[in-house]
């Protein structure tokens, strides 16, 4: 009996061998298997994260791009009102030069019905454009005046456009 006794503990001893040795070799697969898992979740995650990474960069630069050009834009419109508000004061400048030497006057066409007394003198003028009609020579000081009021608000409508060109820019409508 005792050589029964060592045989079958000799075969329970293989058993337990066997059974650790196919659990070790479990545990083993399903680390390797796991382990593949993780590494594909791994890379499917950062795949993604590369996408939007290549996303949010080509975002980016076409705000840039558009940024850039609208800076552009201001620029040139910068530019053009710059040159627009130097032209018309320029124009100012010359038609004041122009009042204060006396090379120019300015006058004004008086209604026929109420000078009936001719209580105002009209200018005689052979350029005239308007025939027949009472004119009256304004004084040098409020044609000036008169001329620096204008320009005054030349620039103002010169500065609306630019605004209102901006404004059209700015919110896409043309």
Not at 59 to 69: C, D, P, S, T, V
């Amino acid at each position: 009996m005792k050589i029964d006794a060592v045989k079958w503990g000799g075969v329970l001893l293989f058993i337990l061998v066997l059974m650790a040795g196919s659990a070790w070799a479990a545990w083993a697969w399903q680390v390797n298997a796991y382990g593949q898992q993780l590494a594909a979740q791994e890379t499917a995650r950062q795949t993604e994260r590369t996408h939007l990474a290549n996303a949010n960069s080509a975002q980016i630069l076409a705000e840039q791009g558009k940024r850039l050009a609208l800076e552009q834009w201001l620029a040139a419109s910068d530019q053009s009102h710059y040159r627009a508000l130097t032209d018309e004061k320029t124009k100012q400048a010359r038609l004041r030069d122009r009042l204060a030497t006396a090379d120019l006057r300015l006058s004004v066409q008086l209604d026929a019905a109420t000078t009936g007394g001719n209580a105002v003198q009209t200018t005689t003028c052979t350029s005239g454009v308007v025939y027949g009609a009472h004119r009256a020579r304004l004084d040098p000081a409020h044609a000036q005046r008169i001329i620096g009021i204008t320009g005054d608000g030349d620039q103002g409508l010169i500065a609306l456009q630019a605004r209102q060109a901006y404004a059209k820019e700015v919110s896409g409508t043309k």
